[in-house]
Nanobody
Framework: QVQLVESGGGLVQAGGSLRLSCAASGRTFSSYAMGWFRQAPGKEREFVAAINRSGGYTYYTDSVKGRFTISRDNAKKMVFLQMNSLKPEDTAVYYC?????????????????WGKGTLVTVSS
């Protein structure tokens, strides 16, 4: 199991940018696929982006393609979500997630370990 702590959320105007960070504990960070999910008020949690163990493959939900970029630094045990051209509909609590066993698009279905989330609010 890996412990995850998100940071970087906040209030931003539509069209602005934010960079979310997720710090992971544990000695085997590079063995985990990593992802970001979000939950808007009154809605179910949904997949946003995922990255494989080496960082060579990334996956995005259609609504954020071209605007969001997920990346990771295995040496620092960090994963990031760069969010550009933010829209009010991006408002949600964003969760960092990790999974030791998922592969490919299977990682978009859900992950085993979760952070507590960071709130992103995009004003119009």
């Amino acid at each position: 199991q890996v412990q995850l702590v998100e940071s970087g959320g906040g209030l931003v105007q539509a069209g602005g940018s934010l960079r979310l960070s997720c710090a992971a504990s544990g000695r085997t960070f590079s063995s985990y696929a990593m992802g970001w999910f979000r939950q808007a008020p009154g809605k179910e949690r949904e997949f946003v982006a995922a990255i494989n163990r080496s960082g060579g493959y990334t996956y995005y939900t259609d609504s954020v393609k071209g605007r969001f970029t997920i990346s990771r630094d295995n040496a620092k045990k960090m994963v990031f979500l760069q969010m550009n051209s933010l829209k009010p509909e991006d408002t949600a609590v964003y969760y960092c997630a990790a999974d030791r066993y998922c592969t490919g698009s299977g990682c978009t279905e859900g992950m085993a370990d979760w952070g507590k989330g960071t709130l992103v609010t995009v004003s119009s």
